[in-house]
């Protein structure tokens, strides 16, 4: 799948997400899990099992600007002092989404990819 959203990356890993987001009714068995775990997939690198993206991957530049737009609303690209304003930006990315297997509360699942090249840096203001 293609997830859409802020990725961001800190010394204890990368993950894409929200600040703030309504879930589509989760089944009873997770909702537990999502309402009190961060609205975020992090990122684990699976080189040889990761998903491959399509031959063909296309994505339409209207659909992904008017959803930027409307995660922008509700959630905010981080501004650091030092550094670079790379450390968050907008992305969409593909891979598979697996629960995670820890109970640190950094997220609800993990979203497995198979490297950096299925990350897509895209703009708000394109």
Known sequence: MAVLGRYSFREAGSWVGEQMC???????????????????????????DGPRPPEHFEMDATAVHHKIVEIARHTSLGK???????????????????????????????????????????????
């Open 22 to 48: 309504e879930p589509a009714e989760p089944a009873a068995a997770i909702a537990a899990t999502v309402s009190t775990a961060p609205p975020q997939l992090w990122l684990v690198e699976d080189p040889i």
């Open 80 to 126: 650091f002092r030092f550094g670079t304003p790379d450390y968050d930006r907008w992305a969409v990315i593909y891979g598979r989404v697996e629960p995670r297997k820890t109970e640190d509360k950094k997220g609800a699942a993990n979203l497995v990819i198979r490297g950096n090249g299925v990350i897509v840096f895209v703009r708000a203001d394109q």
